[in-house]
């Protein structure tokens, strides 16, 4: 009787472990790609940003009429206006990128009570008759 009683609960506790460690590498998982799609899309806009960059500095060089090396400037320029901006919004920048992070955080947490509560119902309607 015992022994049943004590491979009952050792079934128990390793069963709840591996599903922790399922719920875990899934996280994971999922926090990994996510990493990765945004470091590919980083990497995309700065090449975008790159080649877009040398277009505009040999257009505006011939548009403007000043040389390859004025149109450069031309877009430095446009940089420079770029960067003082985004220093002076750098609160703003910071809370939104706060948030996002946090959002995504409260996501994970709440789909593991979702599932937690799932495997919850689901043991309670086994138990019953």
């Not at 875990?24 to 990493?35: G, T, Y």
Request: charged residues 20%; glycine residues 6%.
């Amino acid at each position: 009787m015992f022994m049943k009683l004590f491979d009952d609960i050792y079934k128990m506790i390793t069963l709840r472990l591996e599903g922790a460690a399922y719920t875990a590498a899934d996280e994971v998982a999922r926090l990994i790609a996510k990493l990765a799609l945004v470091v590919l899309s980083v990497l995309m806009a700065f090449l975008i940003i790159l080649f877009l960059s040398v277009a505009l500095g040999f257009g505006f060089g011939r548009w403007f009429g000043i040389g390859e090396a004025g149109g450069f400037f031309v877009v430095l320029g446009i940089y420079v206006v770029v960067a003082l901006v985004s220093h002076l919004c750098r609160n703003k920048i910071r809370a939104f990128l706060h948030n996002m992070l946090a959002r995504e955080v409260l996501e994970i947490a709440d789909r593991h009570k979702s599932r937690k509560a799932d495997f919850a119902e689901k043991n309670n309607q086994e138990t019953q008759p």
